[in-house]
């Protein structure tokens, strides 16, 4: 076993001290913005992998954060693993066997390393590829990160992280708290944790302090520099936290500064729109529903109505859970705005929820006279223009789209009402540059909608001044999802019961395990494990396949096929996560469900209890870690999000090592709104009262805040920076 090294020189004191003359023909090449194919290690065929990652600078990796880390200083010799623990271990890889188990019909692939002290079988299943992944690196060293089984002394490995090592780099990449960062296709965390390292390295020193002075003294906050090294490569936990609370301050304090120009200028230029929505119209569209409207649907619909007619633009959040009803409430907003000669938009995140909506919509709205389009990435050309066209003449009256809609070429003649759709799949860029689309002379009212519970004053910090709605009632007759959280061996059990669910008439989605590495790994293993259960499980059902790899069409079809009730069993990724309503199935099994989120999970439970059926979630698995068990304990006790909520900040810990990952409310790259609750109201403190002093960032010590923001944020300053 290699030993491990954690104290290595962090990169910057081996680097180039400044005094030394530039090796490089090129000083130019020097700088932060470096072309990234020339950091060491990278070169243009990597280049053009980075840039799937938004990364095309020295700068751009030296930015790109973790999103989780990985505590590799624990090292285990294979022969001293106890049962149960967290360990890293590092072993020799013998070789690798495909098997199909009969008893629970799965692929299995099986791995064996060894070390100086004993062996590890990694079993993996569904993912018959690893074999030969296996059988390429037979002699070679891997390290592998997991929790131990051991069985009458044997030890396994169910689904471990694993990479592959070599000699020289280990103190990179074992024994030390190890970061994993979000990669794409082609390029494994490994090989980026290797550039990384070499772009702080070289690129380390010239990152410049963005913060004014009077910030950092304040708040007390250490330099930027030392805080971008060891978010990435940290000596041990108290330096993690310390550069991490400097970073998140960075991130959020930067955009609080671009919410607090907007807000001035928006507040002292454009006026909203004062909508005459006459009683009727509401009276119309109650009478066009198959279904009468809660309580607390009439409620937000009157509060929104109010926040319409009133001469500010409105800014209001919607919340409620899955399934509470929102899409309807969004259409009274919609049919209000058109029916008073404006134009509404909704964005949406996903393809599959604007199909959804367009269809729920032009059911609803078109036999009142709205004329609608939805606009996705993947309406051809042709179809596209005409959208376009229709919306700029202001013949269509609504579009339901993707973040298609942001194309500059999309324009409104009058557009009037904004509606975001689960909200918490965008960041507040996409939002307001949506808005922005109707900032002719009026500025666009704008409901934003979300299942994810925020708490309230939290909200109004996320958003801006957004003003809060909650539908906290369900429609009538919706029975409680029961939910279950069943062990491997009852798998066939659980088969029996998807079987007499489907005698029954109803439909059950199935959602496949969960694929992180990459699209495509995640697409095979779906493709695999439909093709197992269509041919070996229920070869007498109809068993449909949904992942986020196919084209649009197909994606279309398998829906609609699915809520035709063409197929029994659908086969799903993460992608039917939101929105999906189909209310005749009632039944969803979820594969290896410990290793989703929490919030993930509430949202896929959320597909089904939309019927009048009594609908089941089963959580299917032997968690491999602690944490996964507390998953899965929770979402099995409750199914109140607001509690979920709460469960999922507690049990990630705002500190904690994984703390980083990303919280999905925003766009951000480091920064989780709700664990760094606290420094979000200090660093919007901070930036209001910058922006209050000096509204333009004209001041000699904002000249580098303005530059940055500039840079990042260039679209939504409404010109008034600089
Ligand atoms: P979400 O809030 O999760 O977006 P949806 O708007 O998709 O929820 O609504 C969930 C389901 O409930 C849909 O099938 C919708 O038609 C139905 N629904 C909404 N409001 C009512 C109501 N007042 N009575 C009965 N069914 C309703
Ligand atoms: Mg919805």
Redesign the pocket.
């Known amino acids: 076993m290699p030993v491990p090294n954690s104290t290595a020189p962090p990169p910057s004191e081996r680097a180039t001290a400044p005094g030394e003359p530039a090796t490089r023909p090129d000083p130019a090449a020097e700088g932060l913005l470096t072309p990234v194919q020339f950091v060491k290690g990278v070169g243009p065929r990597y280049a053009s992998v980075l840039e799937k990652l938004g990364i095309t600078t020295a700068e751009d990796l030296l930015f790109h954060f973790p999103h989780r880390y990985e505590d590799r200083r624990n090292f285990r010799p294979l022969g001293r693993v106890a049962h149960g623990e967290m360990v890293v271990c590092t072993g020799r890889v013998l070789g690798a066997t495909l098997e199909r188990s009969a008893r629970r019909n799965l692929a299995l692939v099986k791995a064996v390393i060894q070390d100086s002290s004993g062996t590890a079988e990694l079993v993996f299943f569904h993912q018959h590829w690893l074999r030969n992944t296996f059988e390429k690196i037979k002699g070679l060293e891997i390290c592998l990160y997991g929790s131990g089984q051991r069985n009458g002394g044997r030890l396994t490995f169910q689904h471990p992280e694993w990479e592959e090592l070599t000699q020289d780099e280990n103190s990179l990449h074992v024994g030390r708290i190890v970061p994993i960062h979000p990669s794409t296709e082609g390029l494994t965390p490994k090989q980026l944790r290797g550039m990384i390292w070499n772009a702080l390295d070289r690129y380390g020193q010239l990152v410049e302090e963005v913060l004014p002075p009077e910030v950092m003294e304040a708040h007390r906050l250490p330099r930027l520099r030392p805080a971008v090294r060891h978010v990435h490569f940290p000596e041990d936990e108290a330096q993690l936290e310390q550069a991490r609370h400097r970073l998140v301050f960075d991130e959020l304090f930067r955009l609080q500064c671009v919410l607090a120009i907007r807000k001035r200028s928006v507040a002292d230029t454009l006026p909203g729109i004062a909508f005459a929505v006459e009683p009727k119209v509401l009276e119309e569209f109650r009478r066009s ?1 198959p ?4 309580g607390a ?1 009439e409620r937000v619909i009157a509060e929104i109505q109010t926040d319409m007619e009133g001469p500010r633009p409105m800014q209001r959040l919607l919340q ?10 969004a259409g009274a907003a919609i049919l209000a705005a058109v029916r008073t000669g404006y134009q509404a938009a909704m964005m949406v995140p996903t393809e599959i929820l604007a199909e959804q909506h367009y269809a ?1 919509f032009r059911r609803l709205l078109e036999p009142l006279g709205v004329r609608m389009h939805r606009l996705v990435g993947s309406v051809r050309a042709k179809g596209k223009r005409q959208i376009k066209e229709e919306l700029q003449s202001g013949f269509a009256h609504f579009v339901v789209g993707t973040h298609a809609l942001l194309e500059d070429d999309v324009q409104f003649q009058q557009l009037g009402l904004v509606v975001v ?1 689960e909200q918490h799949r965008f960041g507040v860029v996409q939002r307001l540059a949506l808005l922005d689309k109707g900032m002719q002379n009026h500025s666009p009212d704008m409901l934003v ?1 979300t ?1 994810t519970p925020i708490p309230r004053t939290l909200a109004l910090t996320v958003y801006g001044d957004l003003d809060v709605s909650v ?1 906290n009632e369900m ?3 919706r029975k409680p999802v029961r939910t279950y959280w069943k062990r491997e061996q009852q798998r066939e059990a659980v088969y029996r019961g998807v079987r007499s669910l489907v005698a029954e008439g109803r439909q059950v989605y199935v959602v496949c395990p969960l694929v992180e590495a990459s699209e495509k790994l995640q697409m095979r293993a779906a493709t695999e494990f439909h093709e197992h259960l269509q041919t070996e499980v229920f070869p007498d059902l109809r068993v449909g396949l949904i992942h986020g790899q196919m084209p649009s069409h197909e994606k279309d079809e398998a829906m609609d096929r699915f809520r035709e009730g063409g197929c029994d069993v659908l086969v799903a990724t993460v992608v039917i996560e939101v ?1 999906v ?1 189909v ?1 005749n199935a009632c039944c969803m099994v979820i594969e290896d469900a410990g290793r989703f989120g929490l919030a993930q999970l509430h949202q896929l439970r ?1 597909r089904v209890g ?2 009048e059926h009594q609908s089941y979630c089963v959580l299917l698995g032997d968690p491999k870690n602690e944490e996964g068990v507390q998953r899965l304990e929770v979402i099995t006790r409750t199914t109140d999000g607001f509690e979920i909520a709460e469960e999922d900040l507690k049990l990630r810990g705002p500190g904690e090592l994984s703390g980083t990952k990303q919280s999905g409310i925003l766009q951000l790259r480091i920064a989780n709104i709700i664990g760094d609750a606290a420094i979000l109201q200090q660093a919007r403190q901070a930036a209001f009262a910058v922006v209050e002093q000096d509204p333009r960032l004209t001041a000699p010590d904002h000249a580098r805040l303005a530059a940055a923001l500039r840079k990042q944020y260039a679209s939504l300053l409404l010109a008034t920076v600089g």
């Open positions: 529903l279904y009468e409207l809660t649907q409620g859970d899955v399934g509470s009803g929102k899409t309807v409430v729920v759709d909608m299942a539908i429609p009538p007759g929105g309503d209310p959320g939309r019927g």
